[in-house]
Each structure stands twice: as structure tokens, then as C-alpha cells.
């Protein structure tokens, strides 16, 4: 879709009604780590201006005024991130909530441009982007439930043990964000909330 479109980034980003979060889409690795590194879920002005509205986000009308929304900005544009954004929220029937959003340096004129012409077929991407995860969380609520690999479960036994993230990978002889993969993979397989929980339910 991003090179279909000619821009420089798509990404679908979705809580489930469990809570849990998913995301797909062209930013670069290195920036999904420096924004999980960074917490940057706190304070992302994209994420909380869109929660608030129903309606399509052009990101030149969201608040960039505080110094936090600049400092993460700025770290955006450096990890290649484009200065231009369009989002689309949508909400599911039982509490699911999703951004489908697009990102670019075009100029203010070339992307006011764009999103006009593209606005009605973007939000019904949008829909459908929305539609295809409401299906895949209705099938994973029905399957039966995955085993643990080894190294899933070894990563959740040093987090049960007391060890933090880092130690962990080292531990391990991973990354910290290979590490993630596992840890989201388990908590994912266990039906939990967060990691806290993903212990808690294999060890049960």
C-alpha cells in the first residue's frame, strides 16, 4: 500500500478488546525500539489526539505545543519518520481501538492535496484493515491455545525468577528486542494482558 500510494510510510496500529497491541506497518526497526525504549505510548500526540476524535486526524491539527510533543517529534523526523501524518481511528464493538495511519514529507500544500483527493479511500482502508483484526481476534478467542516454545518458556521463567529485561537477554545470550519477540509471542499464546500476567498464567 505505501508504494501503491507513493508515500513514504503506512502503518495499522490496534488494541484488541483484552487490551493487548499490535501494530504492522514500514516505520523502521530502529525506531520501534527507541519508541518502546523511550515509553513513548505515554506521551504520543498522535496516539492521545486520535483517541479523543471519531473522525480522520490530519497531524498539523493535533497539539504539538508542550515540550515533550517537540522532543518526540524531533527524535521522529531523526529516526526517519516523515513530517507529514494522516490518521484514521476506528473502534470495534467491545472496546477495540485502531489507527490507520500515513506518513510522509510532502509539503503542507502536497499533502493537504493528497489527503483530499485520497480522504474517502483511506478511511475505507482504514475499515477493512479494521475488519480483517476483529476477524483474527474472533478466531484467536475460539483456537486452542498454542504451547510455549522453549525459549518463551525460558524467558518467562528468568522474569518469574526476578530478573529484569536486560539481565534476561543477557542471560539468554539475546537482544533485548529479541527478547520482546519472545515475550510477546508467550503473552500472546497465554491470552494475557501484559507480562505480569503472562507469568503468572504459565506458572499457574
Known sequence: MRDILGIKHVVYHWVNSAGERFGVGTYSSEWVDRYLVKDYLRLDPVLFGCFQRFTPVNWKQLDWSSRSARTFFLDALEYGVGSQGFSV???????????????????????????????????????????????????????????????????ITCLAKGLNRSQTAQQMGISEHTLRVYIEAARHKLGAMNTTHAVGAHFR
Open 89 to 155: 481511528p476506528v473502534r470495534g464493538p467491545n472496546g477495540q481501538f485502531a489507527l490507520f495511519t500515513l506518513n510522509d514529507d510532502a509539503t503542507d500544500v502536497q499533502w493537504e492535496k493528497f489527503i483530499h483527493s485520497m480522504e474517502r479511500t483511506l478511511v475505507v482502508c482504514a475499515h477493512e484493515f479494521n475488519k480483517k483484526a476483529l476477524q483474527l481476534e474472533t478466531a484467536g478467542a475460539t483456537a486452542v491455545s498454542q504451547p510455549l516454545s522453549p525459549r518463551e518458556v525460558e524467558a
